[in-house]
């Protein structure tokens, strides 16, 4: 039986050992080990087959796909998949300061100075200098933590979730924690408090209802199973309306009535009062401590402005227990979580470099003035590369804050627009995500807005290039 065209194709696909002999090849295999080589061979080559196999109909076209100037930069392009770090530089141009999925928090230049240091070679983790002996890593940010809050001891972990789960476990476990309904909160990421008491072994008590819950709600649900009252603080969302809730200061003198230790999750912990900023209130863990917290814990890289980690504060002896969990040794943060925590909360011995300084919290507080500049600077840029391609202006637009933080906070912001005429707003938008370097804007009414609030003035000449590059491959609209 005679071969059809297609089988003819699939036949004369070269095989792998055939390739491996090409001079462009060999010069591949100096470069990256043999066994990525071989792999991108061989995707490569799957690639061609699939599509020989999807296509209704076969012509020269299909006999180029076997051409090793097509293959070749197959091959290329899965070893720069291979061996490219996925964890990319990305430009956030979406004006949300604290973006969940790219990584929150930039780091403060002294920070990173400081992580390299640690990162390269040794350091005192767990060793005490002074005594000659082994020490505890906690100490590094303890004494700092303390200072600035006014509590009595801390501890750091991975994240909040961490924080509170640990803190729950050791103090709680098997017993009942009072919490009020309207605090029952869900977050990024499937975060619930019920879910996170649950595999603490704690036992929940819910009073009062949603949008309202008095101090004689938590006073009757008191009992001899209760183990500790529980506040926490909504941060990723706000009931307007007809509410009540009760101010930490009196569930924590109903607690000291009751010899019982009041926790209080902030979630977003934030140690400068953004009021004096524009911003809605927020409370800050100094008061919360002032409060009559006696364990509070929240997030190290939400408006704190560091690495990811989850932070608990309070009276020593509650910190004691939980620091002897073992639990606690599953959920520790490691040297350079630590190193960068460090770095950022010795920024806020100067609370006014800390707002200036820290790129998140300038970023929240940056002068609309400057967010002006940086458009026109970019706006210079990319008005030659737009000629006939795309039309790009600059307005006046909102930001938001993100990361559960202030969720009904609008942050007045420059925007440049750039409307595509060349393409859909849409296949814009991807050639700028996929671009290099990638991309993350937000798209409103057929146009792409790129934020300045959330745009480095270093990433401004990058940011113009990924615009050129997502330019040259959206087709020309010049006659």
């Given at each position: 039986?005679?071969?059809?065209?297609?089988?003819?194709?699939?036949?004369?696909?070269?095989?792998?050992?055939e390739?491996?002999?090409?001079?462009?090849?060999?010069?591949?295999?100096?470069?990256?080990?043999?066994?990525?080589?071989?792999?991108?061979?061989?995707?490569?080559?799957?690639?061609?087959r699939?599509?020989?196999?999807?296509r209704?109909?076969?012509?020269?076209?299909?006999?180029?796909?076997?051409?090793?100037?097509?293959l070749?930069?197959?091959?290329?392009?899965?070893?720069a998949?291979?061996?490219?770090?996925?964890?990319?530089?990305?430009?956030?141009?979406?004006?949300?300061?604290?973006?969940?999925?790219?990584?929150?928090?930039?780091?403060?230049?002294?920070?990173?100075?400081?992580?390299?240091?640690?990162?390269?070679?040794?350091?005192?983790?767990?060793?005490?200098?002074?005594?000659?002996?082994?020490?505890?890593?906690?100490?590094?940010?303890?004494?700092?933590?303390?200072?600035?809050?006014?509590?009595?001891?801390?501890?750091?972990?991975?994240?909040?979730?961490?924080?509170?789960?640990?803190?729950?476990?050791?103090?709680?476990?098997?017993?009942?924690?009072?919490?009020?309904?309207?605090?029952?909160?869900?977050?990024?990421?499937?975060?619930?408090?019920?879910?996170?008491?649950?595999?603490?072994?704690?036992?929940?008590?819910?009073?009062?209802?949603?949008?309202?819950?008095?101090?004689?709600?938590?006073?009757?649900?008191?009992?001899?199973?209760?183990?500790?009252?529980?506040?926490?603080?909504?941060?990723?969302?706000?009931?307007?309306?007809f509410?009540?809730?009760?101010?930490?200061?009196?569930?924590?003198?109903?607690?000291?009535?009751?010899?019982?230790?009041?926790?209080?999750?902030?979630?977003?912990?934030?140690?400068?009062?953004?009021?004096?900023?524009?911003?809605?209130?927020?409370?800050?863990v100094?008061?919360?401590?002032?409060?009559?917290?006696?364990?509070?814990?929240?997030?190290?890289?939400?408006?704190?402005?560091?690495?990811?980690?989850?932070?608990?504060?309070?009276k020593?002896?509650?910190?004691?227990?939980?620091?002897?969990?073992?639990?606690?040794?599953?959920?520790?943060?490691?040297?350079?979580?630590?190193?960068?925590l460090?770095?950022?909360?010795?920024?806020?011995?100067?609370?006014?470099?800390?707002?200036?300084?820290?790129?998140?919290?300038?970023?929240?507080?940056?002068?609309?003035?400057?967010?002006?500049?940086?458009?026109?600077?970019?706006?210079?840029?990319?008005?030659?590369?737009?000629?006939?391609?795309?039309?790009?202006a600059?307005?006046?637009?909102v930001?938001?804050?993100?990361?559960?933080?202030?969720?009904?906070?609008?942050?007045?912001?420059?925007?440049?627009?750039?409307?595509?005429?060349?393409?859909?707003?849409?296949?814009?938008?991807?050639?700028?995500?996929?671009?290099?370097?990638p991309?993350?804007?937000?798209?409103?009414?057929?146009?792409?807005?790129?934020?300045?609030?959330?745009?480095?003035?270093?990433?401004?000449?990058l940011?113009?290039k990924?615009?050129?590059?997502?330019?040259?491959?959206?087709?020309?609209?010049?006659?």
């Open positions: 039986m005679s071969e059809t065209p297609r089988q003819q194709l699939l036949r004369n696909i070269p095989r792998v050992d390739i491996l002999e090409r001079a462009e090849i060999r010069a591949l295999l100096e470069r990256h080990p043999r066994a990525v080589v071989v792999e991108a061979i061989r995707k490569g080559l799957e690639r061609v699939r599509e020989l196999a999807q209704e109909t076969l012509g020269s076209s299909e006999e180029a796909l076997l051409r090793f100037d097509h070749l930069p197959l091959f290329q392009e899965e070893i998949r291979t061996v490219q770090p996925r964890l990319r530089h990305v430009i956030n141009a979406s004006g949300v300061v604290l973006h969940t999925n790219l990584g929150r928090s930039p780091l403060h230049p002294t920070v990173l100075g400081h992580l390299m240091t640690i990162a390269q070679g040794y350091s005192n983790l767990e060793y005490d200098l002074e005594r000659g002996q082994r020490g505890s890593r906690y100490v590094h940010v303890e004494e700092t933590l303390c200072r600035l809050s006014g509590a009595e001891a801390a501890l750091v972990v991975n994240n909040n979730a961490a924080a509170v789960l640990l803190a729950l476990h050791s103090l709680a476990s098997g017993r009942e924690v009072i919490v009020s309904r309207g605090e029952l909160v869900e977050i990024g990421g499937a975060f619930r408090i019920p879910d996170v008491m649950a595999q603490s072994g704690a036992k929940l008590r819910e009073v009062g209802t949603t949008n309202r819950t008095h101090l004689r709600d938590y006073e009757n649900a008191i009992g001899p199973e209760t183990a500790l009252l529980l506040k926490v603080h909504p941060s990723n969302f706000r009931v307007i309306g509410t009540a809730e009760v101010p930490l200061e009196e569930v924590s003198e109903l607690g000291r009535r009751h010899h019982l230790p009041v926790m209080c999750d902030l979630g977003s912990g934030c140690f400068v009062d953004l009021r004096a900023h524009g911003m809605s209130k927020e409370p800050t100094q008061e919360a401590i002032r409060g009559g917290a006696d364990i509070v814990t929240f997030s190290g890289d939400k408006l704190l402005g560091g690495p990811q980690g989850g932070i608990i504060l309070g020593k002896a509650l910190l004691d227990r939980i620091k002897v969990d073992p639990l606690n040794r599953a959920l520790r943060i490691d040297k350079l979580t630590l190193a960068a460090e770095g950022t909360l010795l920024l806020y011995l100067d609370p006014k470099r800390a707002v200036r300084e820290i790129p998140t919290l300038a970023m929240l507080t940056v002068e609309k003035s400057i967010l002006k500049r940086k458009a026109k600077r970019l706006l210079r840029q990319i008005l030659p590369l737009c000629a006939g391609q795309a039309r790009a600059i307005r006046e637009d930001s938001q804050v993100g990361g559960g933080s202030l969720p009904i906070e609008e942050l007045p912001t420059v925007v440049v627009t750039i409307r595509p005429e060349g393409c859909s707003v849409d296949d814009f938008e991807t050639r700028l995500r996929k671009g290099e370097p991309v993350v804007a937000r798209i409103s009414k057929e146009e792409i807005l790129l934020d300045m609030r959330t745009v480095f003035d270093s990433e401004i000449p940011l113009a990924a615009i050129e590059g997502a330019l040259s491959t959206a087709p020309s609209t010049r006659r």
